[in-house]
């Protein structure tokens, strides 16, 4: 693997990371809900989903993920199920007084469950692999070592521009101060995480 072929794969997975898709819509979403405290595992099992997408791609298992069409599809749809019940969980919360002051948080499985059904739910994330690797690299000679270094530019890329929406969405939710405030966030987030489902079931 060169270092220019590494180098073209991590500007095209910037500029795809960075604009906003359904795994970003419902990262903004929790950040803005509930803070930014107890993400880390939400945002560890998009990594993990993105790796095991762009593993399929390089192993070139595209033909393999649709024969095994109902599993892909299965995965999808509890995705899509889980987004809907915390966009209503989110329309429905009252607000304690503050925006210090929202719901409880969730357990590390339940958030790392929801990240990995958004990302694992999304298989244009693989296509959009299959559509780039065969550009820049020859995959039918990668090795164990290219794998290993597009997955660890995968993960950096992926880190920069995750942790870059996080905080964006963590200074945007300090000025959410009053009830009423507190109150339209939570209902834009739902908003946001309801079109995350919707973006997922129509794909």
Do not use: C
């Not at 503050?98 to 244009?124: I, W």
């Amino acid at each position: 693997m060169t270092l220019a072929s590494l180098l073209v794969f991590a500007a095209a997975l910037f500029v795809a990371a960075g604009s906003p898709g359904p795994s970003i819509a419902a990262l903004v979403a929790r950040v803005l809900s509930k803070g930014y405290r107890d993400v880390l595992p939400f945002l560890a099992a998009m990594w993990v989903g993105e790796a095991v997408w762009l593993s399929f791609a390089v192993a070139g298992l595209a033909a393999i993920a649709e024969s095994f069409h109902v599993v892909f599809v299965a995965i999808k749809w509890i995705g899509v199920a889980y987004l809907l019940y915390l966009a209503w969980k989110m329309w429905f919360t009252e607000p304690a007084g503050s925006g210090e002051d929202l719901p409880e948080n969730r357990s590390v499985p339940k958030m790392f469950f929801a990240g990995l059904t958004v990302t694992l739910g999304n298989p244009k994330i693989m296509m959009f692999y299959v559509a780039l690797l065969p550009s820049i690299i020859d995959l039918g000679g990668v090795t164990l070592t290219g794998w290993l270094e597009l997955v660890a530019a995968m993960f950096l890329v992926l880190v920069i521009v995750d942790l870059a929406w996080v905080l964006l969405a963590a200074k945007a939710r300090q000025f959410l101060k009053s009830p009423r405030a507190v109150r339209i966030a939570n209902r834009v987030s739902a908003g946001a995480m309801a079109s995350a489902a919707a973006a997922i079931a129509t794909r």
